[in-house]
């Protein structure tokens, strides 16, 4: 819809409902904009939510995987000495 559409219809609905029921009408649109507007929030929300939850459980298992990966297993340094012990190379 173009400007001079709406400019049309609100003409009308001022004829036909006039000045006093036009404000009411206004109100309530007002108010069912509003509580649309809400609820769109709402659910932009929770898919957001949901998004984050299921990047976190992702994570989540990628950790528990790298750590039951990890057990059971010593890595060693090129120098052949187990990972976090330093040698003095004389």
């Known amino acids: 819809?173009?400007?001079?559409?709406?400019?049309i219809i609100l003409v009308i609905a001022y004829i036909v409902l006039g000045p006093e029921k036009m404000m009411e009408v206004a109100t309530k649109l007002g108010e069912f904009g509003r509580k649309a507007r809400e609820?769109?929030?709402?659910?932009?929300m929770q898919a957001y939510i949901e998004n984050?939850?299921?990047k976190v459980l992702e994570l989540e298992k990628e950790q528990?995987?790298?750590?039951a990966d990890g057990e059971g297993t010593s890595q060693s340094s090129t120098d052949?000495?187990?990972?976090?012990?330093k040698t003095e190379n004389n």
């Open 80 to 85: 052949g000495a187990p990972s976090g012990t």
């Open 64 to 67: 528990s995987k790298e750590i």
């Open 52 to 54: 984050v939850n299921k």
């Open 1 to 7: 819809m173009d400007l001079g559409q709406v400019i």
């Open 39 to 44: 609820f769109i929030d709402e659910i932009k």
